[in-house]
């Protein structure tokens, strides 16, 4: 083979070979421009109005309608069993108790979720819940910022608010422990300025068993009716974890299922359909009317 021979056969060779490496090099831009785009997850639209499953809420340091070992309960400090207990006695008395609830003032959050029925106002940068039953209530989730820097204690706290995937996480701080909510019987807890709520609210997949009891969504809850339930709607899940050092031995969570309404909430003014007797001087009342 002479050397004009295999110098040919050398620049024939790399040829081949750039030209099977720009065709490989087209074949994977082919690819890449057909091969589909990883979606975005679509944020869920909450918007609407939910009914609970059950009226108040079960809490994991109860047994029945007793705080779980006394003084020895694994989740409360003792001077939270003893509020707590000193509600029993009160109640049983036949007496009503002063709490934020018994005593027309804004419950706070969790202490709000024990109402019957919320409605859901969502928007890319805040998120608003008002609440109805009993009394009416509101509160604003500021959406995908942190908290303040000094935030200053309120009957809500401050809530902020970002979607993980599916999920929507709300972190709430600065919710005061005032007089009136110290002790919180049916509906909640004693807590200190300490507290900090997390909560996750998210769709029930498809099959997933709801926290409702019985074959009636609606037993546990007599404020609402059948025919209020949106058919064939989703089932929003509420989970909450409950955090303060100074109240608790350790986190403790509820987990909340909400049907889907298509009723809308009903006025109603604590104060002019106040039926304890007991209370009434502590009921607050302006002394100048706004209007």
Same mark, same amino acid.
């Given at each position: 083979?002479s050397?004009s021979?295999?110098?040919?056969?050398k620049?024939r060779?790399?040829?081949?070979?750039?030209?099977?490496?720009?065709?490989?090099?087209?074949?994977a831009?082919?690819?890449i421009?057909?091969?589909?785009?990883?979606a975005?997850?679509?944020t869920p639209?909450?918007?609407? $109005?939910?009914?609970?499953?059950?009226y108040s809420y079960p809490?994991?340091?109860m047994?029945?309608?007793?705080?779980?070992? +006394?003084?020895n309960n694994?989740i409360?400090k003792p001077?939270?069993?003893?509020?707590?207990m000193?509600d029993?006695?009160?109640t049983?008395?036949g007496?009503? $108790?002063?709490t934020?609830?018994?005593?027309?003032?804004? %419950?706070?959050?969790?202490?709000?979720? +024990?109402?019957t029925?919320?409605?859901i106002?969502?928007s890319?940068s805040? $998120?608003?819940m008002l609440?109805g039953?009993?009394?009416?209530?509101?509160?604003?989730?500021?959406?995908n910022q942190?908290?303040s820097a000094h935030?200053?204690?309120?009957?809500? +706290?401050?809530?902020?608010g970002?979607?993980?995937?599916?999920t929507?996480?709300?972190?709430?701080v600065?919710i005061?422990?005032?007089p009136q909510?110290g002790?919180?019987?049916?509906f909640?807890?004693?807590?200190t300025k300490?507290?900090?709520?997390v909560?996750?609210?998210?769709?029930l997949?498809?099959?997933?068993?709801t926290?409702g009891?019985?074959?009636?969504?609606t037993?546990?809850?007599?404020t609402?009716?059948?025919?209020?339930?949106?058919?064939g709607?989703?089932t /929003?899940? /509420?989970?909450?974890?409950?955090d303060d050092?100074?109240?608790?031995?350790?986190?403790?969570?509820?987990t909340l299922?909400?049907l889907?309404l298509?009723t809308?909430?009903?006025?109603y003014?604590?104060? %002019?359909?106040?039926?304890?007797?007991?209370? /009434?001087?502590? $009921?607050?009342?302006?002394e100048?009317p706004?209007?």
């Amino acid at each position: 083979m002479s050397g004009s021979d295999g110098m040919w056969r050398k620049r024939r060779a790399l040829s081949v070979s750039f030209a099977i490496g720009a065709s490989m090099a087209a074949l994977a831009s082919l690819a890449i421009s057909f091969s589909p785009a990883l979606a975005e997850p679509e944020t869920p639209n909450f918007n609407g $109005i939910w009914g609970k499953y059950t009226y108040s809420y079960p809490k994991p340091y109860m047994r029945g309608r007793n705080v779980a070992d +006394g003084y020895n309960n694994d989740i409360l400090k003792p001077w939270v069993v003893e509020r707590l207990m000193h509600d029993d006695l009160v109640t049983a008395s036949g007496r009503a $108790i002063a709490t934020a609830h018994s005593l027309c003032y804004p %419950e706070g959050v969790p202490y709000v979720f +024990g109402e019957t029925r919320v409605q859901i106002l969502q928007s890319p940068s805040e $998120i608003t819940m008002l609440f109805g039953g009993e009394q009416e209530q509101a509160r604003t989730i500021y959406m995908n910022q942190p908290h303040s820097a000094h935030v200053t204690p309120s009957w809500y +706290g401050e809530s902020v608010g970002h979607f993980e995937g599916e999920t929507l996480v709300v972190d709430t701080v600065g919710i005061a422990a005032n007089p009136q909510s110290g002790s919180m019987g049916l509906f909640g807890t004693p807590h200190t300025k300490a507290l900090h709520v997390v909560e996750r609210y998210r769709f029930l997949a498809e099959g997933e068993k709801t926290v409702g009891r019985g074959p009636n969504p609606t037993a546990n809850n007599p404020t609402i009716v059948p025919d209020e339930i949106v058919p064939g709607g989703k089932t /929003l899940r /509420l989970t909450f974890t409950v955090d303060d050092a100074g109240a608790y031995k350790k986190p403790w969570s509820v987990t909340l299922d909400f049907l889907p309404l298509k009723t809308p909430i009903q006025e109603y003014v604590c104060t %002019e359909n106040y039926q304890e007797k007991d209370l /009434l001087p502590l $009921i607050p009342r302006a002394e100048v009317p706004d209007f």
